[in-house]
């Protein structure tokens, strides 16, 4: 097979560039190949599935923003993404708080919402918020911080990334575009960009060019390619000499479904959903999300010294990683799980 462009990865990075590909060059070829059997399978399906436009760099509040336009967009095309603008709350101590004083006044001025919570405000509103631990030694082992400020970002919130990696799939085909589920890209076929059909090509005289891919189902020769195969990537770049400029690193999110947590979702005064918000507690960044379709709460949080880099294709649950790491500060936050 000969194309115009290649795409490598039907997943989220992949199908959306595809479409965008194919719509700046409705002339060309562009082909999208995945080893999965459909569209999101991968890293994709793997996502908490949140946006926001709150961020301490002006180019990520300008990129997401436009991203959370698009999405808007696509809802009103028919796509039915279960958007829902939910809020992220960043639950902090007052040295925290003030610490990203200036980042907060940057985004105010350039339009993104936001409201601040005094910590009696984010009592009332949150059923069973502990916000001090005052005389609390297992706290205080832990290192745990006050909850003083909470920080509301408004134009933010989740989606069903499925169902976003199935709009653009869509989208790419009606422009014309081709998908090949089931094929799995081996190798990139790296030759130079004026062949002398000399042995070993390209010699390092030479300008190197990425042909195509060779797959298990045969050679894809390409004008262009492109790897859009996330934490996958490196396999392909780096045999080549191309560093992918990423490494990839387990992360778990674990779904909790119980009638305790049914407070998170009668919750009014952040949404109109009357849900909490994408939530971050002050102590490692852990996080929640309370999932309004199936009400469950999804929690995470980001090890990083002791977690090695490391490309898993199956990762597996480790339930002592909830046990003994995330359910401590859980707990003590919210005594409700």
């Known amino acids: 097979m000969?194309?115009?462009?290649?795409?490598?990865?039907?997943?989220?990075?992949?199908?959306?560039?595809?479409?965008?590909?194919?719509?700046?060059?409705?002339?060309?070829?562009?082909?999208?190949?995945?080893?999965?059997?459909?569209p999101g399978e991968g890293n994709t399906a793997k996502s908490e599935a949140v946006f926001r436009d709150a961020f301490t760099s002006e180019t990520n509040r300008v990129l997401a923003s436009s991203s959370i336009e698009f999405f808007k967009h696509l809802e009103g095309e028919g796509y039915n993404l279960r958007l829902l603008f939910t809020g992220y709350l960043w639950l902090l101590s007052e040295e925290q708080f003030e610490r990203i004083g200036d980042a907060i006044r940057d985004m105010q001025r350039d339009g993104v919402r936001l409201t601040i919570?005094?910590?009696?405000?984010?009592?009332?509103?949150?059923?069973?918020?502990?916000?001090?631990?005052?005389?609390?030694?297992?706290?205080?082992?832990?290192?745990?911080p006050p909850i003083d400020v909470g920080l509301l970002a408004h134009?933010?919130?989740?989606?069903?990334?499925?169902?976003?990696?199935?709009?653009?799939e869509s989208m790419f085909l009606k422009l014309g575009g081709e998908i090949h589920y089931r094929v799995e890209a081996k190798r990139l076929l790296l030759g130079a960009v004026e062949e002398l059909g000399l042995p070993g090509e390209p010699h390092v005289w030479q300008e190197p060019q990425v042909k195509g891919v060779e797959t298990d189902r045969g050679v894809i020769e390409a004008e262009t390619?492109?790897?859009?195969?996330?934490?996958?990537?490196?396999?392909?770049?780096?045999?080549?000499?191309f560093d992918p400029c990423m490494r990839p690193k387990k992360r778990q999110i674990f779904v909790l479904s119980d009638e305790r947590l049914s407070v998170l979702f009668d919750i009014e005064g952040f949404n109109r959903h009357r849900v909490l918000p994408f939530t971050i507690l002050p102590k490692c960044s852990l996080y929640l999300k309370a999932e309004p379709y199936e009400r469950s709460v999804w929690v995470g949080c980001s090890d990083e010294i002791g977690r090695a880099f490391k490309l898993e294709d199956d990762p597996q649950p480790e339930l002592e990683y909830y046990k003994d790491d995330i359910y401590p500060i859980l707990m003590k936050y919210l005594p409700c799980f």
């Open 2 to 38: 000969r194309c115009d462009i290649l795409v490598v990865g039907a997943g989220i990075l992949g199908l959306s560039s595809a479409y965008h590909l194919k719509a700046e060059n409705p002339r060309k070829r562009v082909v999208v190949i995945e080893r999965l059997r459909g």
């Open 117 to 144: 919570y005094k910590r009696e405000e984010l009592e009332r509103l949150i059923p069973g918020l502990v916000t001090s631990f005052e005389g609390d030694e297992e706290a205080e082992l832990m290192g745990l």
């Open 155 to 168: 134009n933010c919130g989740c989606l069903r990334a499925e169902a976003l990696t199935k709009a653009y």
């Open 225 to 241: 390619t492109v790897v859009a195969a996330g934490v996958w990537a490196g396999r392909l770049l780096e045999p080549i000499g």
